[in-house]
């Protein structure tokens, strides 16, 4: 009787060690899960702070020129950018800050359907889903934390584009008119300005994830990379 009970004993504690266990690997499964969650949203967040200094820094730029000298927007949008990540990467010791981190020869070499192309078929499958189904972002960020069939950096880059996504429509559904025809709005100057969300965000969210990718999972460079993007893609 007493072996029996000892028996019992020594398979009730590996079945709670082996449960204690499994439950650990769970709690820090959702750890990680969330932690990148997190990271997303300060990337849309640095993403939305990119849009709004190039702004502020072309227009500035632009009241400051002599009437009737031609004036570069693509070069200046450009240079607002490298400033921005310079600015916010001068306390860290990701990149020296002298640095030109993006140039528009990147924006004319590769294309969105390049972007698509160097996807896997998970990625795409997210990425896709979430371009026709705006409003169900938080959901997919999720579904996309805890996919095991993901790398950590393919799970980063994804859940940065969603929450690009997300971020860059309520950036331009809250911001557009001030583009386009504000005190330094671009329907003041000779340039095209050519507006459509979809398209715009969708620029966003797919240069936020080979920004990130490119830059060695730098938030900085990859947030600077889709607001670049973004607004390179309003102007024709």
């Given at each position: ?6 028996l019992l ?5 590996v079945?709670?060690v082996?449960?204690t266990?499994n439950?650990g ?7 990680a899960?969330?932690?990148l ?8 967040k640095i993403?939305?702070e990119?849009l709004?200094?190039i702004?502020?820094s072309?227009h ?5 020129t002599?009437?009737g000298?031609?004036f570069?927007?693509?070069s200046a949008?450009?240079?607002a950018?490298n400033s921005?990540?310079?600015?916010k ?5 990701t990149s020296?800050c002298?640095m ?7 924006y004319d070499s590769?294309s969105?359907?390049?972007i698509k192309a160097?996807m896997?078929?998970?990625e795409l499958?997210y ?5 026709e ?11 996309v934390?805890?996919d095991?069939?993901?790398s950590e950096n393919?799970?980063?880059a994804?859940?940065?584009?969603l929450?690009t996504l997300e971020?860059?429509k309520?950036?331009?559904?809250a911001?557009i ?5 504000g005190?330094?709005?671009?329907m ?19 240069w936020?994830?080979t920004?990130?990718?490119?830059s060695g999972?730098n ?9 670049l993007?973004?607004a390179?893609s309003?102007?024709r």
């Open positions: 009787m007493k072996k029996t009970r000892i004993f020594a398979v009730l504690t079945l709670f082996g449960c266990s439950a690997e769970t709690s820090d499964e959702s750890l899960a969330n932690e969650i997190l990271k997303g949203r300060q990337f849309a993403h939305n990119g709004e200094y702004y502020e072309t500035k730029l632009q009241t400051r002599t009437e000298v031609s570069d927007f693509y949008m450009v240079d950018t921005f990540i310079a600015m990467v001068a306390n860290t010791r020296p002298d030109v981190f993006v140039t528009k020869e990147m590769i969105i359907e390049d160097r896997s078929p998970k499958e990425t896709n889903f979430a371009i189904n705006m409003g169900e972002i938080e959901p997919i960020v999720q579904n934390a805890h095991s069939e993901l393919q799970k980063f994804v859940i940065c584009f929450t971020a860059s309520e950036y331009w559904e911001n008119d001030k583009w386009i025809i005190e330094y709005g671009m003041k100057t000779r340039v095209r300005f050519e507006f459509d969300l979809k398209t715009v965000i969708g620029s966003d969210a797919y936020g994830y920004g990130l990718l490119q999972m938030v900085y460079v990859g947030g600077g990379a889709a607001a993007g973004s390179l309003c102007i």
